[in-house]
């Protein structure tokens, strides 16, 4: 399940304060086995969950897995917010749904 | 890689960087589903064989019928004489699959690459969007062969002896029986789970290292042969489809030299559907 998290939304901020959903998705030992989706198919899945502004907490320690979430991303134009070394070294990227959905 | 027992059938990341505008080469990306790997980026001028379009029959539960193999070389440009080099999604799973149904239409020159998608993308070597095209070339194969395929009545026929040995290379939890029709692959689920009687379990991934290389051949020998997988007896190997037991046909056809081994692609989406076929259940050896 994700974190409520609040935050300044709206362009330029303001006083107005919306809460964006933080969800999280650890791709570590995505495709060992036959038996799950693909990486990739797991960030997709994912991230079509979203509302609107919510965000999508991408683990993704195998560099195939990163790359094909970034590609993914920059073709269907949707919003990388952090991407780099999580805190055990891990890449992590973060996506944001603009319209909840790629 | 010297020490394997046909190192020619490998080829590292740095060989296949050197080798793409070489045109005697065709670098070709075999995936599972395009989508989320050939169509993001791939080797630049690789061109992607589709398993569930180019490898199968287009409408029986089969691989690809000859005429369907001279047509595919032939859109990719590539003659008898064309040194394939295949890589793929899924951890070379599929490419391992597409070396063994062009091994059995005759190909001479196949290779994998030794890590794959995986390694290449790890490494930082070049990626491309570009879809390349060729010039159309006529291929001709010889019939099938058969010798390196098992159907269900030949294992079934073999069940007991001790000259055999059948390898089952899924998960731990799938020769127990704990998965029979993973949810995510709705075509191959099974009315039974469990493992072929007789069959030990060495899961696929037993073969390779962290970056999806192959182990040295002292650790592959010593893996396999603990299990009683040694080269004096033939070895059927088979999962669930037969694209992971085809990796483990590659290991032991090519890297450790063992004369006789078959992919069993009916696998257990086929055994575990078949009426009146012997299921063992019992806790995975490995």
Redesign the interface.
């Known amino acids: 399940m994700g974190q409520r998290r609040r935050r300044a939304g709206g362009e330029g901020g303001g006083n107005l304060l919306s809460t964006t959903r933080i969800h999280s998705i650890d791709l570590s030992g995505a495709e060992d086995l036959c038996t799950e989706p693909g990486a990739l198919e797991r960030v997709r899945r994912a991230y079509a969950a979203l509302g609107p502004g919510d965000r999508l907490d991408v683990r993704a320690p195998v560099a195939e897995h990163a790359f094909a979430v970034r590609a993914w991303a920059r073709k269907n134009a949707i919003r990388v917010v952090e991407d780099g070394p999580g805190p055990d070294g891990a890449t992590r990227l973060v996506l944001e749904a603009v319209h909840g959905q790629a | 890689m010297s020490d394997y027992a046909h190192p020619e059938v490998l080829v590292t990341t740095a060989w296949a960087e050197d080798h793409l505008n070489d045109p005697a080469v065709r670098i070709l990306e075999v995936d599972?589903?395009p989508s989320?790997?050939y169509e993001?980026?791939h080797i630049p001028g690789a061109a992607l064989v589709d398993w569930k379009k180019d490898i199968n029959h287009a409408t029986r539960r089969d691989i690809l019928p000859r005429e369907q193999f001279e047509r595919l070389m032939g859109r990719l440009g590539a003659t008898p004489d064309t040194t394939l080099i295949l890589y793929g999604?899924?951890?070379n799973?599929f490419a391992a699959f597409a070396f063994w149904t062009f091994k059995i239409y005759g190909h001479e020159d196949v290779r994998l690459i030794n890590g794959g998608?995986?390694k290449w993308?790890?490494e930082g070597r070049p990626?491309s969007e570009e879809i390349p095209s060729f010039s159309a070339a006529q291929y001709s194969a010889p019939e099938a062969n058969g010798g390196l395929r098992s159907f269900l009545p030949d294992v079934r026929q073999i069940l007991g002896r001790d000259d055999f040995r059948l390898v089952d290379v899924?998960?731990p939890?799938?020769y127990k029986g704990e998965?029979a029709a993973?949810p995510?692959?709705a075509t191959e689920g099974a009315q039974r789970s469990g493992h072929i009687p007789g069959a030990v379990n060495i899961p696929w991934?037993q073969a390779i290292l962290e970056d999806d290389t192959f182990k040295p051949v002292e650790q592959l020998r010593e893996l396999y042969g603990a299990q009683g997988v040694t080269p004096e007896r033939s070895v059927i190997a088979y999962?669930?489809i037969g694209?992971?037991s085809s990796h483990t046909w590659f290991v032991l056809t090519y890297l450790l030299g063992y004369p006789v081994v078959t992919n069993y692609d009916g696998s257990w989406s086929e055994w575990g559907n078949a009426v009146g076929v012997p299921v063992e259940k019992e806790a995975a050896i490995s």
Request: charged content about 45%; glycine content about 4%; some cysteine.
């Open positions: 599972y589903d989320s790997a993001l980026g999604d899924m951890r799973w998608r995986r993308i790890e990626i899924r998960s939890a799938e998965i993973p995510e692959y991934a999962c669930r694209e992971r």
